[in-house]
C-alpha cells in the first residue's frame, strides 16, 4: 500500500532512493511499476526477507511497545543503528528524538508492514536498470554481505560501502552518502 501511494504521486518516470525500510518500499514499487523506474539506490537494506532471528526480534520489539516500553525499545536498538564511534553523542539524542516523533503506534505499524514484505532477489536479478547498493560498513541491522548480494544480483549493480558507519548513513556521513547519490545519478 506504501509503494501505490508514493507510485500515485510520481512522476511517470524516475530514479528512486530507498533508506532502510524506504528500500523496501523502493523494491515493492520496481515490483509494481517495473517499466516506471530508471535507476534504484538501495541504501542500508535488504533484498530479502526476514531471517528467523530477525522475525523473532521484530515481534518481540512489537510486544514490548504494546506493553508500553517503546523508548527501551528504542534504546535498545541504538548500538544496532549507529556506529560505535557516533554512539553517546548528540547524533544518539537526536535518533532518539526523531523515533519519539514516530512514537510507539506507528513504529508497531511499520514493522507490522516489514513483516509481511517479499523476497526481492529474483526481481532485481532481472531488472535492466542501475541498481546502487549503499552501506555503512559497520551496518549491524543490514549486512555488508547482503548490500554485496544486491550489486552481485543486478545486471547493471554497484556496490559503495561508506567506512566507519552504522546503519544510519544519512546521518552519520551526509556528505558521503549524498555523494555517492549524486554519483548514482548522474553516471550510474
Known amino acids: ?46 533484498a530479502r526477507d526476514d531471517t528467523k532471528v530477525k522475525a523473532r526480534a521484530r515481534i518481540d520489539a512489537i510486544d514490548a511497545c504494546e506493553k508500553g516500553q517503546f523508548a527501551d525499545v528504542i534504546q535498545g536498538m ?9 554512539q553517546k553523542t548528540p547524533l ?4 532518539l528524538k526523531m523515533a519519539a516523533r514516530v512514537g510507539s503506534d506507528a513504529f508497531v505499524r511499520r514493522h507490522q508492514a516489514m513483516q509481511s514484505r517479499k523476497d526481492s532477489r529474483k ?4 531488472c535492466d536498470i542501475s541498481v546502487r547498493a549503499i552501506c555503512g560498513r559497520q551496518d549491524a541491522m543490514c549486512s555488508l ?17 561508506i ?17 555517492l547519490l549524486r ?3 548522474i553516471y550510474d
Open 1 to 46: 500500500d506504501m509503494a501505490k501511494i508514493v507510485l500515485s504521486d510520481a512522476p511517470q518516470r524516475f530514479a528512486v532512493a530507498g533508506f532502510s525500510m524506504g528500500g523496501y518500499i523502493a523494491l515493492e514499487m520496481l515490483r509494481q511499476a517495473p517499466e516506471r523506474i530508471t535507476r534504484l539506490a538501495l541504501l542500508d537494506t535488504t
Open 78 to 86: 541504538i548500538p544496532i543503528l549507529l556506529h560505535p564511534d557516533h
Open 92 to 95: 544518539t539524542d537526536f535518533v
Open 123 to 126: 526481481l532485481i536479478s532481472s
Open 145 to 161: 554481505e547482503e548490500h554485496e548480494e544486491i550489486a552481485d544480483l543486478a545486471r547493471y549493480g554497484r556496490l559503495s560501502i
Open 163 to 179: 567506512e566507519e558507519c552504522g546503519h544510519m548513513t544519512i546521518l552519520e556521513r551526509p556528505h558521503a552518502a549524498t555523494a
Open 183 to 185: 554519483d548514482w545519478l
